[in-house]
C-alpha cells in the first residue's frame, strides 16, 4: 500500500465509519462470540507476498465488527463510556497520518505547545487555580502512578530512585476502599507493595472518614511507618463514591502528605458549576486525574493529570541523557520526563478538535442530559415492584438489585447481557450483588436510557 491507495481507502474507511455508527441500534451492544472464536479464524503466520487491500479490508468487515463490543453504541451502558466523538475521530486520523513523536519539545513542538495549551483551556472549563500546570497520559492508571511514585520519592528525599528500597523504612500510603484498583496496581508497581495500601474507614456515605484517616496515620508513625501520601476518590467506579476531601485535608497538611485525587470518570462533569460541590477541595490537592476519553469525546485513551507544581514530579520521573538534550534552549518542556513512558503521542490534538468542534457549552449539555435522564430512570425503577435502588445516583450511575436475592439479580442480568438490546455491569455493595446502570455514550439519547427500562421489565 502506498500513499495514493492510502488516499482511497481512507476515504471508503471514512464511509465505512459514517454507515457502522448509524446502524449501532441494529446490532447486539456486546459481541455475541466465544473465547478463541476470531482467532480460530486468522491465519497460523503473516503472508510472505503482499495482499490486496480489497481483500484486506473485506476480511476487516467479515471477521471484526460482528465480534466486537461495541463500545460507541448508544444503549452502552456498562462500565464508563469510552467516546470517539467525530470531531476526535478525525484529529487521531490526521495524528496517524503525521505519525509525530513528542517525546520532547525538539521532536514535535506543535504537540508539546498544543498539549501546554489544551492543560490551560481544561483548567480553566474545570475552574481550576492559577498556577497550576499539567500533562496528558495514557490512562488514569499511568498519572496515578506517577503521583504514587513522585509520594514515594518525596517520603524517602528522593533516595528511592538512587539507593533503591532495600533498606528504606516502610511506607504507607492511604484510600478508601471505593478507590479504583489502579491505585492498588500503582503501589504494587512503585515498590511500596500491597500490604501497605492503607484502606481507610468511610462513613454511611461512602467517603473517606477523616477521623479515621488520622488515626491510621497516627498508628502508622507510632509503629515506625513512613506516611507517604492520599489518594482521594471523586467518582468510584462501583457505585460512584466521593470523598470529602475538603474535611480530609487537615489531616493530609497536618502530616505534610502529598495528595492525588482520582476523578478518571467524574472529572469531566466539573465542567458544570452546578457538579463543583461534589469534589470540593480538590482545588487544594497536589494532584488530580480525569479522563477526558471517558465523558469529553476525545477518544482513548486521553488522561489529562492536573500537577499545582510539577517539580517533584519532574525530578521523580525525568531521566535526561546527553542524547535528549535539547541544545539550542536551555530549558524547555520535554513531557516525557512527567510520566513513564519516553515515548508520546499528540494526543493534545483531539482536545483541540473536540473542543472547538462543540464548546464548551456542548459537552455541558450532554453531561447534563446524562445525569437528568439516569435520574428519570432510576425513579422508574423504583416504582416497579421487585425492584431495589441500591445506590442513589452520583452523577450518571447507580445500582439496583431485585428483591428476590443475589441469585436472582445475576441471572437478571445474565438474561440482559444475552439479549444484546443494552450491556450492564455488576459490582458488590454491602455484601450484595447489584446491577451497575451508568449512562454517558456520546450518540446516547432519552430515548436510549428508557429503552433500558423496557428491556430490564421485558426480561424480569
Known amino acids: 500500500m502506498n500513499h495514493d491507495d492510502l ?21 447486539p451492544v456486546r459481541a455475541p462470540v466465544v473465547p478463541g472464536e476470531v482467532l480460530a479464524q486468522l491465519p497460523q503466520a503473516a503472508p510472505d507476498a ?131 484498583t489502579s491505585v492498588d496496581k500503582a503501589v504494587r508497581l512503585a515498590g511500596i507493595g500491597q500490604d501497605n495500601l492503607v484502606k481507610v474507614g468511610t462513613r454511611d456515605d461512602l467517603s473517606m472518614d477523616p477521623k479515621a484517616l488520622r488515626s491510621a496515620i497516627e498508628a502508622d508513625l507510632s509503629a515506625g511507618y513512613v506516611p507517604a501520601g492520599i489518594v482521594f476518590c471523586s467518582g468510584g467506579t462501583a457505585v460512584g463514591a466521593f470523598d470529602d476531601i475538603a474535611a480530609c485535608l487537615p489531616v493530609a497538611r497536618a502530616h505534610d502528605l502529598m495528595t492525588h485525587v482520582d476523578a478518571a470518570w467524574a472529572g469531566s462533569a466539573m465542567v458544570c458549576p452546578e457538579f463543583h460541590p461534589l469534589m470540593a477541595g480538590a482545588e487544594a490537592c497536589d494532584s488530580l486525574v480525569f479522563n477526558p476519553h471517558k465523558w469529553m469525546g476525545a477518544q482513548f485513551d486521553c488522561a489529562v493529570q492536573f500537577i499545582r507544581d510539577p517539580v517533584d514530579q519532574i525530578r521523580t520521573m525525568g531521566l535526561r541523557p546527553s542524547f535528549l538534550e535539547t541544545l539550542e534552549a536551555e530549558e524547555v518542556v520535554n513531557f516525557n520526563e512527567w510520566t513513564v513512558p519516553l515515548g508520546r503521542r499528540m494526543r493534545a490534538l483531539k482536545l483541540w478538535f473536540v473542543l472547538r468542534a462543540h464548546g464548551l457549552d456542548g459537552v455541558r449539555s ?25 445506590t442513589e445516583p452520583r452523577l450518571s450511575l447507580f445500582t439496583f438489585a431485585l428483591t428476590e436475592g443475589d441469585a436472582a439479580t445475576e441471572a437478571l442480568l445474565t438474561r440482559i447481557n444475552a439479549d444484546g438490546r443494552i450491556y450492564l455491569t455488576q459490582t458488590k455493595h454491602a455484601g450484595r450483588f447489584v446491577i451497575r446502570f451508568t449512562c454517558g455514550t456520546w450518540d446516547c439519547t432519552r430515548d436510549d436510557v428508557m429503552g433500558a427500562l423496557h428491556v430490564i421489565r421485558e426480561l424480569r
Open 366 to 390: 450532554r453531561i447534563r442530559n446524562h445525569v437528568a435522564w439516569t435520574r428519570e430512570l432510576c425513579e422508574m425503577l423504583r416504582a416497579e415492584a421487585g425492584i431495589d435502588i441500591v
Open 7 to 27: 488516499n482511497h481507502w481512507s476515504k471508503r474507511a471514512a464511509d465505512w465509519i459514517t454507515v457502522y455508527h448509524a446502524g449501532l441500534r441494529d446490532r
Open 50 to 180: 503482499p495482499e490486496p487491500p480489497e481483500t484486506i479490508f473485506a476480511d476487516f468487515e467479515a471477521l471484526i465488527p460482528g465480534a466486537l463490543t461495541h463500545w460507541q453504541h448508544p444503549r452502552f451502558f456498562a462500565y464508563f463510556p469510552a467516546n470517539a466523538a467525530p470531531a476526535s475521530i478525525l484529529a487521531e486520523q490526521l495524528i496517524s497520518g503525521i505519525g509525530a513523536q513528542g517525546m520532547l519539545w525538539q521532536t514535535s513542538p506543535a504537540a508539546t505547545e498544543l498539549e501546554q495549551g489544551m492543560i490551560r483551556w481544561l483548567l480553566r472549563a474545570l475552574d481550576m487555580p492559577q498556577g497550576w500546570t499539567g500533562t496528558i497520559h495514557d490512562s488514569a492508571t499511568t498519572a496515578t502512578l506517577s503521583a504514587v511514585l513522585t509520594m514515594r520519592e518525596r517520603a524517602l528525599n528522593f533516595a528511592g530512585l538512587t539507593e533503591g528500597l532495600s533498606g528504606q523504612p516502610r511506607l504507607r500510603i492511604y484510600a478508601s476502599a471505593q478507590t479504583h
